[in-house]
């Protein structure tokens, strides 16, 4: 299966709160990290989680981990028309051949989708 | 602006043909990673360069390469090019290799290569 899944779309009503998962597998994974990606840019660090914590907090963004079943979330609470975009889940790179990768895996995305 | 830059923003080209697209990192930044977006395969890792030297490899075709100069700029050659190799084409860096601590990528723009 694929390294790190996500839903491919979430439709959300503006004002309430959204939630995105995503489920990893490489539990030696030590940070885990979320990506946001608008329309026409590049991707943009939003926040990365330490694999010892449940949860970190910041601002409108709430990241909760549970390593035991390798599933990662992230809130974003009060969700306004500025938040569509996608959603990249992202964990530590593999070992790949040449000594090892410092590079992470991303999942296909999750397309947040506002409805006014 | 994310500091790392690439060029150029669009690319169109025939089937056969050989293109150079090229990403400067931000200043201070010493990896280089090159990733492949398209709608069925999502965010490809391709390639990492440290400091000049080739540090990992991963889903990256024989026909493509790339190479990471004195100067930390790095340029992806793409060649015998296909309609599937119509793709998003980033560029990101970070400071180092991957230590203790989180390794946050910061991504250019992107290229958008389209084979016709």
């Known amino acids: 299966g694929e390294d790190v899944e996500q839903s491919l779309f979430l439709s959300v009503r503006e004002g309430d709160s959204s939630v995105i998962n995503c489920t990893y597998t490489?539990?030696?994974?030590?940070?885990l990290y979320w990506y946001k990606q608008e329309p026409g840019a590049g991707l943009q660090l939003l926040t990365y989680?330490?694999?010892?914590?449940d949860m970190k907090q910041d601002q409108r963004l709430t990241v909760l981990l549970n390593k035991k079943d390798k599933h990662l979330s992230l809130r974003i609470a009060d969700t306004q028309t500025g938040d569509s975009a996608i959603y990249f889940c992202?964990?530590?790179?593999?070992?790949?051949?040449?000594?090892?990768?410092?590079?992470?895996?991303f999942g296909k995305g999750t397309h947040l989708i506002i409805q006014p | 602006d994310s500091g790392v830059t690439q060029t150029p923003k669009h690319l169109i080209t025939a089937t056969g043909q050989r293109v150079t697209l090229r990403c400067s990192p931000r200043?201070?930044?010493?990896?280089v990673y090159w990733y492949q977006q398209s709608l069925d395969q999502g965010l490809q890792f391709l390639i990492q360069?440290?400091?000049?030297?080739?540090?990992a490899k991963g889903n990256i075709l024989e026909r493509f390469s790339a190479q990471q100069f004195p100067d930390l700029h790095s340029e992806l050659n793409l060649s015998s090019l296909e309609l599937g190799d119509s793709a998003l084409y980033f560029c990101?860096?970070?400071?180092?290799?991957?230590?203790?601590?989180?390794?946050?990528?910061?991504f250019g723009a992107g290229s958008r290569l389209t084979v016709l």
């Open positions: 990101a860096s970070s400071v180092a290799v991957r230590t203790s601590g989180a390794n946050v990528l910061t």
């Open positions: 490489d539990s030696s994974s030590t940070y």
């Open positions: 989680i330490f694999s010892n914590m």
């Open positions: 992202a964990e530590t790179g593999k070992g790949y051949s040449g000594g090892g990768a410092d590079g992470l895996t």
């Open positions: 200043s201070g930044d010493l990896s």
């Open positions: 360069y440290y400091n000049g030297e080739e540090r």
